[in-house]
């Protein structure tokens, strides 16, 4: 029987994306595909080559070819070849933008203005840190150490929808900078920038190889990837289940993991905040329809401002306009995919069941989804909410936030602390005192104190608890890609045993 012929291009929002994997400087289909859909309206954007064992070889077979090239590339070669991919991000960032948006949803006006500027950023921020890489020589007893940051070869690169190339682009630029190549599997539900993306550096004159991009199913194309024994790291940001497949996957050769996982983050919110402030950073939480893993959704309260914290979100958050992510007037857009509508609406019904009370949304959208076909969850907010609960303890990853309320620091703190996560924490208060004495004590990987998702890619970034393994940023990207090395030399004339 013949092979059902493949289109190898869809057009997305007015561009055409390539469907195929990107394996050595080549398209490669697959014999197999898979629909990705865009959550607005439901519509079939694109089928794409479903890649699985043979495709996971081929990609890590060429990133393994390149390797000794691109590693031996003195470092201010790689740095240019990074500016120039940059550079290529931002001529196509209208184009990379309306295509993000039509695959995840994610607001057109912050793909454009924040999201695809950072996705250049993150390429030239690792390409200049590079060329000012430390190299920490010391002497012992008249030795010198002198220690480099060697390449440890292929890095597996496995990133989430919920800000595609964002992503990609704060693995990729560490990776390639350090000297590595790389194999990006993208998600299934969000994989078209990734596409884009090897275009634009392969036009940016990439060596072929050094960077690989497979589609596919986790459970197929990206198991096999965490399985081929040419991988030397495996960065990962996704679900903490996805986590322990991976690990385990990693495990059988010692294969060292960077891993950015889930989160339950608090917002604490003390009666000497700024309560305009406490509000917007409250509010500020249904970003992205709550699809960010550092988002504050646990709403800690002190008592005594409860109810004036509570009328002034209302008033903010009710007025929040759902719609379609393309508009400009347009605050919350749509959930990812029908599925993960359901599991968000599940935690949810799960939580009314046991007690918990709407105060604001507390199902989907209906009349939205059916006029449009989109998946779109109302902005909720949920009190009377037990701090042992699943809606407490698990991350729902939608729009959907819970309120408890303290009357101590220490109550505020034990609250904060309180689920099996630790990604980040953010706090609201007017007393500097009182900011460094909760922030020394909570568990986070980040603390930010009267602001939110102020992050510095120099600044240490990942989750503590099951939030994740590791560091990545500045210094601490360097430290996972490249296997560090110290070469102690003897003074002139020295001898060992004389
Ligand atoms: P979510 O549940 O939010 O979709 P996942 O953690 O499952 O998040 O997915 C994040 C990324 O991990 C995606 O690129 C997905 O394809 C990939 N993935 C899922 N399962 C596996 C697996 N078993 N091995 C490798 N990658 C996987």
Redesign the pocket.
């Known amino acids: 029987m013949a092979p059902r012929a493949l289109a190898s291009t869809a057009t997305v929002a007015g561009v055409p994306v390539d469907t195929r994997h990107w394996i050595g400087a080549e398209r490669v289909a697959s014999p197999a595909t898979f629909t990705d859909r865009s959550p607005i309206d439901g519509t079939a954007l694109a089928s794409l080559a479903r890649g699985g064992a043979e495709e996971a070889k081929a990609a890590v077979a060429a990133a393994r070819a390149a390797f000794p090239g691109w590693a031996a590339t003195p470092p201010a070669e790689r740095a240019r070849l990074l500016h120039a991919v940059a550079d290529g991000v931002e001529a196509r960032t209208e184009e990379l933008a309306r295509v993000e948006t039509a695959d995840n949803g994610a607001l057109l006006r912050a793909h454009r203005r924040g999201v695809m500027p950072r996705a250049a950023h993150n390429l030239r921020f690792f390409a200049d840190w590079l060329l000012r890489l430390g190299h920490d020589d010391f002497t012992t007893r008249g030795h010198t150490n002198h220690v480099s940051w060697d390449p440890s070869g292929p890095a597996l690169l ?4 919920n800000a595609p190339l964002m992503l990609a682009t704060w693995k990729i630029g560490p990776a390639l900078a350090a000297g590595c190549t790389v194999v990006l ?5 969000a994989p078209l920038t990734a596409s884009l993306f090897a275009d634009i550096a392969h036009g940016a004159g990439l060596p072929p190889g050094v960077l690989n991009v497979v589609q596919g ?3 197929e194309a ?2 096999a990837l ?1 399985s081929d024994p040419g991988v030397r790291r495996i960065s ?1 940001t ?2 903490v289940p ?1 986590a322990r ?2 690990a385990a996957g990693a495990a059988e050769r010692l294969v060292p993991v960077s891993f950015e996982l889930g989160g339950k983050s608090p917002l604490l919110v003390f009666a000497d905040a700024d309560l305009d402030l406490a509000v917007d950073l409250a509010v500020e939480q249904y970003d992205n329809a709550g699809q960010v893993c550092l988002a504050a959704t646990r709403l800690l309260v002190e008592e005594r401002i409860a109810d004036a914290f509570l009328e002034r979100f209302l008033d903010r958050a009710g007025a929040l306009r759902q719609g379609d992510p393309r508009e400009a007037d347009t605050d919350v857009g749509p959930s990812i995919h029908p599925r993960h509508l359901e599991r968000v609406d599940g935690f949810v019904r799960r939580a009314l069941a046991s007690g918990a009370r709407v105060a604001l949304g507390g199902g989907p959208h209906t009349e939205l989804n059916d006029a449009t076909g989109g998946t779109y969850y109302r902005p909720t907010l949920l009190t009377e909410v037990a701090q042992h609960s699943e809606i407490v303890q698990e991350e729902v ?1 939608g729009p959907v936030l819970t309120l408890q309320t303290f009357r101590t620091e220490d109550e505020a703190v034990t609250l904060a602390n309180g689920t099996r996560f630790g990604l980040a924490a953010t706090l609201a208060t007017g007393d500097p005192a009182r900011a460094d004495r909760v922030s020394a004590r909570l568990t986070a990987g980040t603390v930010w104190v009267n602001c939110f998702y102020v992050r510095d890619l120099a600044a240490p970034f990942g989750g503590s608890r099951e939030s994740g393994i590791g560091r990545e940023g500045g210094a601490w990207s360097f430290d996972f890609y490249c296997d560090v090395k110290n070469t102690v030399t003897a003074p002139k004339g020295w001898q060992q045993h004389g």
């Open positions: 496995i990133t989430p929808w599997k993208p998600a299934e539900w199913y986790g459970a990206g198991a965490v990962f996704g679900s996805t497949h991976i990853f």
